[in-house]
């Protein structure tokens, strides 16, 4: 249990002994007044699931809104040896399932799902064991069966489902042999705001916690208990946004959800209800935009995170060497002639820190999302040198990076 989930559960306990306090002093010599009712009995704290909240008619807005985002399916139960079925696709318009599963098996095999609503799926087996070697992880852009962990075994322990499902403890096994347990698949309402069995019995006396800050979302959005940012084959590796906002300008100035809203999705946030990023850099960030970034800069208008939110992160694949599939959380751009090679460490495990503790994303990263490197790798429009980029980069927001054709 991480120490924000702690601090729920204490809180939690807290209220349930202030709650127990008020109703024997309400029910006082319950024995002597033979109009006395029974007094209900409070419930252990447990975790009764997403779906309380939803049907209670507490929370079912926030509820629907929340069924259609990722975080419920991080790890998903199959029942009955039926494909699980996710709430959105983004060319499809919602209901579609998994694309089958990896050759030589069918869904009795199938135990859960790990991933599934974005980017990748991967298969958990009967007896708690990843599905690993040729063929067996489903890459939803591509379209393909790939490779995952060839000849290394690998069992779906606490370490792994720490951050796919709700009520997670190191203690236990919940398969013969595999350390840990858990209670509900996938990241449910109570793994942020705690286990809702006394809230559920009484909303007004066992109030919910709710922790807004960005530690709580760095509880799983991190890789690297020294929050340096983890980096493999050239990208950031995913769910690695909390380190790098944390070594980025907005760390301690813009938290997770001034920009998010944890219960919306933001990979289907266009055919899905509600708004996963909620703003955009303009209303922190006006005098960059009427400075010219859009009108004068570029023709085409980029938005600000087509240049500061690049893919610099891969979870599944990558189109080419500049552009993976996760858009970065650092936001500043070095402006220098070097290339990605030097936005990491030698060995390429992690992003390099500047002296004020600052990853910073590299011009080709930035740039050729759009723009081609000499060897025509990146985009659609004309082909740039890091020196040509760099020297104009001073200009990006005053309308004089590009005064020549594009």
């Keep these: 249990m991480s120490i924000a989930q702690g601090s729920r559960v204490k809180a939690s306990l807290w209220l349930h002994l202030i709650g127990l306090v008020t109703i024997l002093l309400a029910a006082g010599c319950s ?9 209900p009995e409070i419930p252990e704290l447990a975790y009764v699931g997403s779906a309380t909240c939803g049907t209670s008619g507490c929370h079912q807005a926030v509820y629907e809104t929340f069924v259609e985002s990722g975080h419920p399916y991080k790890f998903t139960l199959v029942q009955n040896g039926e494909a699980p ?12 399932a998994v694309a089958g599963t990896p050759a030589g098996t069918d869904w009795d095999d199938i135990l859960g799902v790990i991933g599934g609503f974005g980017w990748k799926a991967r298969f958990v087996t009967a007896d708690g064991q990843v599905m690993t070697g040729a063929g067996v992880q489903w890459n939803f852009e591509t379209e393909q069966w790939v490779a995952y962990n060839t000849g290394t075994p690998t069992a779906y322990q606490y370490s792994c489902f720490k951050c796919h499902t709700t009520g997670a403890t190191p203690e236990g096994e919940w398969k013969p042999g595999v350390p840990g347990s858990f ?40 890789r690297d208990a020294a929050r340096r940012i983890a980096a493999k084959n050239g990208f ?25 809203d944890p219960h919306a999705s933001v990979i289907f946030d266009e055919v899905a209800l509600g708004d996963g990023v909620k703003v955009d ?12 970034q859009a009108e004068n800069s570029h023709i085409a208008g980029p938005d600000c995170v087509d240049c500061h939110m690049p893919q610099t992160g891969r979870s599944a694949v990558s189109s080419n060497n ?15 002639a070097v290339s990605k090679t030097e936005m990491f460490t030698a060995d390429g495990s ?15 990263f930035a740039c050729y999302g759009c723009h081609k490197d000499p060897g025509g790798v990146g985009g659609s429009f004309s082909i740039k040198t890091l020196e040509e980029l760099a020297a104009k980069a001073a200009g990006i927001h005053d309308g004089t990076f590009f005064t020549a054709k594009r």
Aim: aromatic residues 8%; charged residues 20%; glycine residues 10%.
């Design 31 to 39: 024995d002597d007044d033979p109009t006395a009712q029974d007094v």
């Design 85 to 96: 079925v996710y709430p959105w696709d983004a060319e499809n318009g919602g209901g579609i």
């Design 183 to 222: 209670v509900f698949g996938g990241i449910q309402c109570e793994e942020c705001h705690g286990p809702g069995a006394q809230h559920a019995f009484d909303p007004e006396l066992f109030v919910m916690p709710i922790d807004r800050s960005s530690e709580a979302c760095g509880d799983c959005h991190t």
């Design 236 to 260: 950031v590796q995913h769910h690695e946004q909390y380190d790098e906002w944390l070594h980025s300008p907005h760390s301690g100035r813009v938290a997770c959800i001034d920009c998010h």
């Design 281 to 292: 850099c303009t209303s922190c960030h006006p005098a960059a935009y009427a400075a010219g």
């Design 322 to 336: 500049y552009n993976g599939d996760i858009s970065s959380h650092l936001l500043s751009i070095r402006t220098d």
């Design 350 to 364: 992690f992003v390099v820190l500047d002296e004020q503790g600052q990853g910073k994303v590299t011009l080709d």
